[in-house]
């Protein structure tokens, strides 16, 4: 089970820090990616982490602006979002990919085995 939290209303230019606490499952076990879906798109890969600690980026949109991380004690994987954008409103979800390094390419999400619930981050003055 995903534990998501951190959402909320933000400024452009502002920050978020989201996080994503798994029960059930030792997190470097397995790769653990973020993702958005914005209004009316298909739900988008951000970012993963593997269970060896190594980090992908899906979207060339983040432009160093978006960390994901691990806290293995907390069993909890994190994603610090730095100078918001309006468009980067939406849904943000986490998601548990069923091998320890986080897939190449354009992340599919339907093979992806568990979600969270997502966590709405809406970026409006």
């Known amino acids: 089970q995903f534990v998501e939290s951190g959402g909320d209303l933000v400024q452009p230019g502002g920050s978020l820090r989201l996080s994503c606490k798994l029960s059930?499952?030792?997190?470097?076990?397995?790769?653990i990616g973020w993702f958005r879906q914005a209004p009316g798109k298909d739900r988008e890969g951000l970012s993963c982490?593997?269970?060896?600690?190594?980090?992908?980026i899906y979207a060339d949109s983040l432009d160093g602006r978006f960390t994901i991380s691990r806290n293995d004690a907390k069993n909890t994987v994190y994603l610090q979002m730095n100078n918001l954008r309006f468009e980067e409103t939406g849904v943000y979800y986490c998601?548990?990919?069923?091998?320890?390094?986080?897939?190449?390419?354009?992340?599919?999400?339907?093979?992806?085995?568990?979600w969270g619930q997502g966590t709405q981050v809406t970026v409006a003055s």
């Open positions: 059930g499952f030792p997190i470097n076990f397995y790769a």
């Open positions: 982490i593997g269970g060896d600690g190594s980090v992908t």
């Open positions: 998601a548990l990919y069923n091998y320890n390094l986080c897939p190449e390419g354009s992340p599919r999400p339907r093979e992806w085995d568990y």
